[in-house]
């Protein structure tokens, strides 16, 4: 292959590093207003009125809107549609938006916004999970269907769970608690919407227009081809832009309303309070082992603190429970699941979704197995890696699967099993497993999940699509793909994403499907456009039958430059237009509730972290870190790496230091100064190792590399804790104080799982045959299920 | 508790909406004549306006990016007479016959400095929003120290937070840009 596999700059490097790159708040129209919105000072009440009237005599102010002009509820998924722009009736947390100014200038808005007065009742607020799983002192936060302040309850068993205890000889618990923290971006929010001649254009820094999209024609109630939404150039998401936000409806709104262009920037604070970070996470995990280490029944309970809304919690929940099978060979397996609704800033999607919390709970877990029954944790977990091309119990389908390589790559590297046993100096290890991409669009279609649009002309060659580049550098792999299969440069390869109007649509940057979903999109497009050229240069050079010799790369096909073949094909085909798609197929079993966890493949990693730790201080020092990741194919390593060390680094924060702290109802510290994140001070060296399996189903055998790296650290970390000084953490992050206390005792961590009101009766789902590998029709047909699931 | 002592209501509404009247009146606003890369540039401002927000939003220098607007991230990083200065906690006022330096200033014409180079080839910058100041930063380091070692770099770039990269392919690019500078 002459550029897959090699590392290139990113195409946007060159705007990146001038300055030139125009961010969502980076854009300014002609006459454009400026918005605040005016947020609830208290975590709980209900609003008895609210009187604009003062606002809009302010000189200067074009528009005051509340929620009485927004009412439609939206939300990310289509099962909690619970969110208003602006709320009218009732807020459910400090920050929770309640009305919107439009003037000339922001220091007016905010003016307004002032004199905006809300009569609020006052509410108790509900602050944590063991609150929230009790009769509420005043009212329900929401009025969901389960009881008390549940969001959702769930509760599932696969295979025979009585065998499965039977045959256990060592059985364990322990009970481990993951603190929620959040996003960060360094850019915060922004939004700019449009309206003319009865069309709304937005501009915004989301993850995912396509669902902006949708949000905006629901609430606003505009058709979709009436509204039109570009993502600017992205300041970072990792998850915290993947919502629809009331800023972005509201400055629509305010822009119909005064037919001038309308943006809302939030301030860092107010980012805090858009949230929709990590969900804090009690868990209780009960595992059987047999006489050699081999897992025979597990049993996961997690506790999910939601915040005020529904945001993507459903699927959070879901994400605690399901891929604890994709890492280990679990036969019997039960998972029960509960998110709650709290007085805090709304919980959702953060690099990794749902995942590192049980991550960090199981790995922990099986070194303590590992240790009572006198076996190495490494080789306890090796003992039970899961077979690659196999299907686990809860019907999930494993294809590649490097995890002994990466196992063996950072053992190696570290000197893990030669390590000196010094008190105050340790190492632990971790593996992981994270989704290329989520088998399932969040509302339910037959549609593909991802489409790519090739131009080809005597200009050269352009690329369309919906896909966001957040970063992580999407847009770049667009560009590797189509120049590997046209046989021109990267950088020769011109750019159109993330614009409704233009882009065939990709469903967005989360869930690390991007380089799998458009990546195959792309290279589908791409082969439709290469049999043209080929074909036409074919004529010219009078090959006839097979078309293969014609060779294509280095700026050159057959006998003729790119731009010569692009001239000949145009000449004898006219306007040269390719299309290419990808939908993943159907793995999710037959029981509702499968179409979370699927996915076309699973991305592995393995880390060692070595740590030292100050006995008198507690502070905790990472000095190195070793990780491997099975990234399938690396299409362009250099950005894997990126995404490799990014990752590690985002994970050693959340594992040290990150934390989203309420006190009072309100967040302790919305500010970056308090919200400690590593600065460069901090950043250990990182030693990455890319594992290539060449996955059958990805883009030249591609899987994920975004989120999958930063879920090993967490667990390596505090196994480097223990193995230092021989106490536990069972918490997530690993404060000095909290080292200092199990110090006293021997561990650190939650005492119990609350009583949560499960259901009786679990979902009873039969496992499938381990070897089964069908997915798609022939699955559908011989399970009798249908596509959309 | 009864139901009156339960309600709170927004007692400020209208003090702030006198205030603002009064503030209007009051606002002392000044001509204030920057020199940012190079060419001057005459403003009339409001004194509270900060250096941040005249860059961006009057002198159209929108590559000097915000992510406090507290002094907290170093991400509006730009240069006053080659020093590294955050421009959100800097008032026109106090920097008026100073050299300014934004990152739109630091390559003559559109050929990109060996710093700039090696942030792009190296993958340094990634959503790049923190890049303008981290260049700023590392700019000042290099003109100050022309060898830094890695302590050294990690010391004077700490300010300045990035949540994509984890920092190695920053420290990387400052390194190479050293190296090269040292090989020629």
């Not at chain 2, 790049?128 to 060898?147: I, V």
Request: charged fraction near 25%; hydrophobic fraction near 40%; aromatic fraction near 6%.
């Amino acid at each position: 292959m002459k550029v897959i596999g090699k590392p290139y700059p990113k195409v946007d490097a060159g705007p990146k590093v001038t300055g030139a790159a125009v961010y969502a708040d980076d854009l300014n129209l002609p006459r454009t207003l400026h918005c605040k919105i005016l947020r609830s000072p208290h975590p709980h009440a209900r609003i008895l009125s609210i009187d604009t009237s003062k606002a809009q005599r302010i000189p200067g102010v074009k528009a005051v809107v509340t929620g009485r002009d927004l009412p439609i509820r939206y939300g990310i998924l289509p099962v909690s549609q619970d969110e208003r722009a602006l709320e009218f009736e009732k807020v459910r947390y400090v920050g929770d938006p309640v009305a919107a100014v439009a003037a000339t200038e922001e220091e007016i808005a905010a003016a307004a916004c002032d004199a905006i007065e809300v009569e609020y009742e006052v509410l108790e607020p509900v602050m944590s999970i063991t609150e929230a799983l009790k009769p509420p002192k005043d009212e329900r936060i929401h009025a969901s269907r389960a009881p008390l302040n549940i969001h959702r309850l769930l509760s599932y068993e696969f295979g025979d769970m009585e065998a499965g205890w039977a045959r256990a000889e060592h059985v364990r618990e322990d009970v481990f608690f993951y603190q929620g923290n959040t996003h960060l971006p360094m850019e915060q929010h922004s939004a700019t919407a449009q309206y003319v001649d009865g069309k709304l254009t937005l501009w915004s820094s989301t993850q995912v227009v396509h669902y902006v999209h949708r949000a905006l024609a629901k609430v606003l109630e505009l058709p979709m081809h009436r509204i039109r939404v570009i993502g600017a150039t992205h300041g970072g998401g990792f998850g915290g832009k993947t919502d629809p936000f009331a800023h972005e409806i509201v400055v629509a709104k305010l822009a119909m309303l005064t037919g001038r262009p309308v943006k809302c920037t939030l301030t860092r604070e107010e980012v805090f309070y858009a949230h929709r970070g990590r969900h804090p996470v009690l868990m209780h995990v009960k595992t059987g082992v047999d006489g050699e280490g081999r897992i025979t029944a597990m049993h996961f309970r997690s506790a999910l603190d939601g915040g005020g809304y529904g945001s993507y919690g459903v699927a959070s929940t879901f994400y605690t429970g399901v891929l604890q099978t994709v890492t280990y060979n679990i036969p019997a397996y039960k998972f029960e699941g509960c998110r709650l609704f709290t007085n805090k800033a709304p919980c959702g999607p953060k690099r990794g979704h749902g995942t590192p919390q049980p991550r960090f709970a199981l790995e922990l877990h099986l070194d303590k197995i590992a240790a009572e029954i006198g076996l190495d944790p490494v080789e306890l977990k090796r003992r039970n890696f899961v077979k690659p091309f196999s299907r686990t119990v809860n019907w999930l389908r494993v294809t590649s699967c490097g995890l002994e390589e990466c196992t063996n790559r950072v053992l190696e590297a570290s000197g893990y099993a030669q390590r000196r046993r010094t008190r105050g100096r340790g190492m632990g290890f971790a593996v992981s497993t994270y989704m290329s991409g989520a088998g399932t669009a969040i509302y339910w279609n037959d549609m593909p999940h991802s489409e790519v649009q090739i131009k080809v002309d005597r200009g050269g060659v352009t690329v369309y699509c919906g896909a966001m580049d957040i970063g992580q550098g999407s847009d770049q792999v667009l560009a590797h793909v189509v120049a590997e299969e046209l046989g021109v440069e990267p950088s020769d390869v011109r750019l159109v994403t993330a614009d409704t109007d233009t882009t065939p649509i990709d469903l967005g940057s989360y869930s690390s499907r991007v380089t799998f979903m458009a990546g195959n999109a792309a290279v589908e497009a791409a082969r439709k456009m290469r049999a043209l050229l080929v074909e036409a240069v074919a004529e010219k050079m009078e090959v006839h039958g097979d078309l293969s010799e014609i060779e294509v790369g280095d700026g050159r096909i057959g006998d003729f430059t790119v731009s010569e073949a692009f001239e000949l094909a145009e000449a004898k085909f006219g306007a040269l237009s390719t299309a290419g798609s990808y939908k993943p197929p159907r793995i999710g079993g037959p029981f509702k509730g499968s179409g979370v966890g699927p996915s076309p493949a699973y991305s592995y990693s393995a880390a060692v972290v070595e740590v030292d730790v100050d006995e008198r201080t507690g502070i905790v020092t990472p000095l190195h870190v070793w990780i491997a990741h099975d990234i399938g194919r690396a299409i362009n390593p250099m950005l894997v790496e990126g995404q490799v060390e990014g990752s590690v680094y985002m994970a050693l924060g959340e594992a040290l230091m990150e934390e989203q702290e309420y006190r009072k109802g309100r967040h302790k510290w919305p500010s970056m100064l308090e919200y400690k994140s590593p600065t460069f001070l901090e950043m250990p060296p990182i030693e990455s190792f890319l594992v290539e399996t060449d996955d059958p189903e990805g883009p030249y055998g591609a899987k994920e590399a975004g989120q999958g790296p930063l879920l090993p650290i967490m667990p390596a970390l505090n196994a480097a804790v223990h193995d230092a000084l021989g106490v536990w953490i069972d918490e997530v992050p690993v404060t000095p104080e909290k080292v200092l206390k199990a110090l006293e005792s021997g561990r650190f961590g939650p005492k119990a799982f609350p009583e949560v009101p499960w259901p009786e009766e679990p979902i009873r789902v039969e496992p499938p045959a381990p070897d089964d590998l069908r997915v798609g029709p022939e699955f559908e047909a011989a399970f009798g299920v249908s596509g959309a699931h | 508790m009864n139901a009156l002592d339960r309600r709170s209501r927004a007692v400020y509404a209208q003090t702030q909406f006198d205030m603002l009247n009064e503030l209007d009146r009051q606002v002392d606003r000044r001509v204030v004549t920057l020199d940012v890369n190079g060419e001057p540039h005459q403003v009339l401002v409001p004194v509270h306006r900060t250096l941040l927000e005249v860059l961006r939003e009057d002198l159209a220098l929108t590559g000097t990016k915000h992510g406090c607007e507290l002094g907290e991230c170093g991400t509006c990083t730009v240069l006053v007479d080659g020093e590294p200065a955050l421009s959100c906690l800097l008032l026109p006022v106090q920097v008026e016959g100073a050299a300014i330096t934004t990152v739109e200033g630091i390559a003559a014409g559109s050929e990109l400095t060996p710093l700039q180079k090696a942030f792009a080839e190296l993958g340094a910058a990634q959503c790049g929003y923190c890049t303008p100041g981290m260049l700023l930063s590392a700019q000042a380091l290099l003109e100050r120290q022309p060898d830094p070692s890695e302590a050294e770099i990690r010391e004077a770039l700490a300010g300045n937070l990035c949540r994509c990269t984890g920092y190695l392919k920053i420290i990387e690019a400052v390194r190479l840009t050293a190296h090269r500078r040292q090989a020629r």
